[in-house]
């Protein structure tokens, strides 16, 4: 008779683990509904203005950068040699200067992929004559074997795959961006963050890239398209984006669910 009860101390590591995964799950369920309830009744907390170079994680942006000119002025010359404009304008040019960003953001995309794959094999083979050892396969094999197909087998596969995207975006807006680094080719760092509390949202609106000055215009703006390793992030927080996600418990399971 075949025991089909599961072993004891299989069943009590199970029930281990899936407690341990329980009382994780509950206690960052916790954590997040006691700050949640704190803020019952509050709008959301707007961050203070910060130091971009000076927070966690930020590193100085590394380029490959030309040789360095000589600069040297001309005898009875106002003119300096490297100088972009004759007279001194308003735009940002050092660390910590201004430039408003004009965000705009267009984009369209529709993809479609199919993929289809098949594969067939058969293979046989048989022994006639194996130095009369082939005489001898009747006595440990059943009489109707035949020596001229021993082994036969055979196989199939098939594969088939489709897919397809279809995103539009569209996003136009300004934010203002210091100068958070000066780069020795004259390029610029910029960095600027923007937030927007309207009822108990915030609206959060994040640019960061390189931009060069002569691509800033005369009225110390300069479009979003001419920002070399932009970065351009717009989301939210607060009550309307918390209903938006899932339930903390989901997600979990979510992740730990293999199907």
């Known amino acids: 008779m075949t025991n089909n009860m599961p072993h004891p101390n299989r069943s009590a590591g199970r029930a281990l683990r899936l407690g341990a995964m329980a009382s994780i799950g509950l206690v960052l369920g916790a954590c997040g509904a006691v700050d949640r309830l704190a803020n019952v009744g509050r709008a959301p907390a707007l961050s203070a203005i910060e130091d971009p170079t000076a927070q966690p994680g930020y590193k100085p942006v590394r380029m490959p950068m030309p040789t360095p000119e000589h600069v040297s002025f001309g005898p009875n010359s106002l003119w300096r040699q490297g100088s972009r404009a004759f007279f001194k304008d308003q735009r940002a040019r050092q660390i910590g200067d201004l430039v408003t960003v004009k965000v705009r953001v267009t984009d369209k995309a529709e993809l479609q992929n199919q993929t289809s794959r098949s594969r067939s094999g058969k293979d046989s083979m048989g022994v006639p004559n194996l130095l009369g050892i082939e005489e001898n396969l009747p006595k440990i094999m059943p009489e109707s074997i035949d020596n001229n197909s021993l082994i036969s087998t055979n196989s ?28 020795p080719n004259g390029n610029l760092v910029i960095e600027g963050k923007q937030e927007i509390r309207i009822n108990f949202e915030v609206r959060e609106l994040i640019v960061a890239g390189v931009v060069r000055p002569e691509d800033i215009d005369s009225d110390n703006t300069i479009d979003s398209t ?29 992740i730990l669910l293999p199907f």
Request: hydrophobic residues 35%; glycine residues 10%.
């Open 226 to 254: 001419k920002i070399a390793q932009a970065r351009i992030a717009y989301g939210g927080r607060g009550q309307i984006t918390d209903v938006q996600q899932p339930r903390y418990g989901q997600q979990v399971m979510d």
């Open 156 to 183: 199939n596969t098939s594969t088939q795959g489709a897919g397809s995207v279809r995103r539009s975006e569209q996003l136009s807006t300004n934010v203002a961006a210091a100068v958070t680094q000066l780069l």
